[in-house]
């Protein structure tokens, strides 16, 4: 099983969470996912099976982290 962990620091933590959170439950295949608060941020864990999930689950998370970014960017 691989694993990936994807760490979020600062003040998107907390929007991130909310917007990340849904898309973590919904199911990816090969993949299991965890969203956690930490005293830094956030963490995200992703399991998954073999490379080909683990990529398409890292890069929607990715792309997820990066929509709060922008989002954040634009409303300041």
Request: charge should be negative.
């Amino acid at each position: 099983m691989l694993r990936a962990v994807l760490t979020i620091d600062g003040e998107q933590a907390a929007p991130a969470v909310a917007a990340i959170s849904p898309e973590a439950g919904r199911e990816l295949p090969r993949t299991t996912t965890e969203i956690r608060r930490t005293d830094q941020g956030a963490e995200i864990t992703i399991c998954a099976s073999d490379t080909s999930a683990m990529r398409a689950a890292v890069n929607s998370y990715l792309e997820c982290m990066k929509v709060v970014e922008d989002i954040g960017e634009l409303t300041r």
